[in-house]
Each structure stands twice: as C-alpha cells, then as structure tokens.
C-alpha cells in the first residue's frame, strides 16, 4: 500500500515511470501528477490549445467563405 504511488505511467506510451518524474524517460513528453489510477496526467498544452482554437477559427472562417458569402 505505502509504494501503491510510487511509479505512475505514461499516458502515451504506458511506460513506467517514477512518481516524481515530469518527463517521460521513454517518449520525452511532459507528464504530470498521478491520478487515481497511477497514470501520469497530460500536462496542460497551452501551444496546443491555442493551435486547436486557431484550426477552429480558420474552419468555422472557411465554412463562412465557401457557403455564406456573396
Ligand atoms: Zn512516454
């Protein structure tokens, strides 16, 4: 019970990794805190995010330019 936290994995690549990790040893991605399953939460990706929220803008742009204009 007392080492039940003390490897967590990766939650890309399922590798094992020690608790206080923040990087996996295996793939080299960010990993976070365990969870409650003992897999590494994905750091939050704000690079990520922003690119998401920008794919959307030019989907949502490109969709009014095929179909909504004159
Ligand atoms: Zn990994």
Do not use: Q
């Not at 039940?4 to 295996?26: E, G, V, W």
């Amino acid at each position: 019970m007392s080492n039940r936290m003390a490897i967590k994995r990766c939650p890309y690549c399922s590798t094992n990794l020690n608790i206080h990790d923040t990087r996996c040893a295996s793939c080299k991605r960010r990993v976070g805190e365990a969870d409650k399953y003992g897999i590494a939460r994905k750091p939050f990706d704000w690079k990520g995010y922003g690119m998401c929220i920008l794919a959307t803008i030019a989907f949502v742009g490109f969709m009014w330019w095929a179909f909504f204009r004159k």
